[in-house]
């Protein structure tokens, strides 16, 4: 008897394939789980205090927070924390420093939108109002609010 070495069927190695490459996707760009759902909110400070004062001023508003789909990712002296306080690994690190803060400055706001682009970049404390204008000026959130009156 003769053994022959099992072959996966194509459709199999497809499926591999795709999920394959759906996981790099989604370990080069750690915000891709963020598109379309929420606005992202990156902090990058070398100083922790800076990072609590800001998030304070934001928080004063957590209903606007909310009501604006923001989630906030944290950076301190290259490390850095997912909007669930879970610590991201140095590559995921680097990636958010290499493509928002590759001037590494002391401190440093950037504003994403729901289609994962850069909407507002401050190297200064972002007042809220400031914020949820800039949100409420962009036209996804326009649709939003006249869908919310409904």
Known sequence: MVNHPVRPSKSIGMKTAAISLLSIFMISNPL??????NRVLLIFSESQEKITEQKT??????????????????????????????????KQVNWFY????????????????????????????????????????MPMRKREMKDDLR
């Open 32 to 37: 891709s789980q963020y598109q379309w759902e």
């Open 57 to 90: 001023k934001w928080f004063e508003d957590r209903k606007g927070l909310d009501d604006r789909d923001l989630v906030i990712f944290e950076f301190n002296n290259k490390h850095g924390k997912t909007p669930d306080h879970v610590m991201l690994k140095a």
């Open 98 to 137: 290499d493509n928002y803060n590759s001037d590494n400055r002391e401190f440093k706001v950037v504003l994403i939108g729901k289609d994962g682009g850069a909407k507002l970049e401050k190297t200064a404390y972002l007042s809220r109002e400031e914020l949820f204008a800039t949100i409420d000026g």
